[in-house]
């Protein structure tokens, strides 16, 4: 099903550039940007204890996109301070045109019993307090399986976009897994607005 009818035309990931060593890092980017796969996730797993709430199904595993690409607070915390980079997807793909809005409220609000059929078991997992409405969330939710790997269509990532602060070796390894992944996308720099707290781009070759 597509509820993008009318929505935004490009939802992004988040990433932080996995640092030496760091090889279940650096597994995550290469199976995205090399084997065209996302990683369900499994929302315990998220680092923030009301992911799943009473009610949430536990044999349901989710996907996190963004809506914006210039948001401060998702560079900081998603892309480790700017030195990570960002993807662009085009929600006119029918897989991440499945990608949700995340709804922020103030109470656990759950599916109305009084809906006909049985109640939406995904609607726990796309409810968040309002706390995290700066990320304007989007996801993918997606019963559980013994593979947690998603392919997806590589033609639906269209665009990379390097943080203000990261470095140019880091850039030359995306770079690599983008061509070794056989992708066609372009390249951006995410840039410091020095007049405002904006965050600019500008095509990076």
């Not at 279940?24 to 709430?53: M, T, W």
């Not at 997807?89 to 995340?102: G, M, N, R, S, Y």
């Not at 796309?126 to 033609?155: Q, T």
Request: charged share 25%; aromatic share 12%; hydrophobic share 40%.
């Amino acid at each position: 099903m597509t509820y993008f009818f009318g929505g935004p035309p490009h939802l992004y990931k988040y990433l932080a550039m996995p640092r030496a060593g760091d090889s279940a890092g650096e597994a995550k980017v290469r199976d995205i940007l090399i084997a065209h796969n996302f990683f369900l996730s499994d929302p315990q797993s998220l680092g923030d204890p009301y992911e799943c709430p009473p009610g949430a199904d536990p044999a349901l595993r989710v996907f996190c996109l963004a809506k914006r690409s210039d948001s401060v607070l998702m560079w900081s915390r998603y892309a480790e301070h700017h030195t990570g980079f960002a993807l662009r997807f085009v929600t006119k793909d029918p897989l991440i045109a499945e990608a949700t809005p995340v709804e922020y409220a103030t109470s656990r609000r759950m599916a109305d019993p009084r809906a006909r059929g049985a109640p939406d078991k995904r609607k726990a997992l796309l409810l968040k307090s309002r706390d995290w409405k700066y990320e304007e969330e989007y996801r993918i939710v997606r019963p559980a399986a013994s593979d947690p790997m998603l392919p997806f269509n590589p033609a639906a990532l269209t665009s990379v976009i390097f943080g203000i602060a990261m470095p140019e070796a880091d850039k030359a390894r995306v770079r690599g897994w983008c061509a070794e992944g056989g992708l066609n996308v372009k390249f951006y720099q995410a840039s410091d607005d020095r007049s405002s707290f904006s965050v600019g781009m500008t095509e990076a070759g």
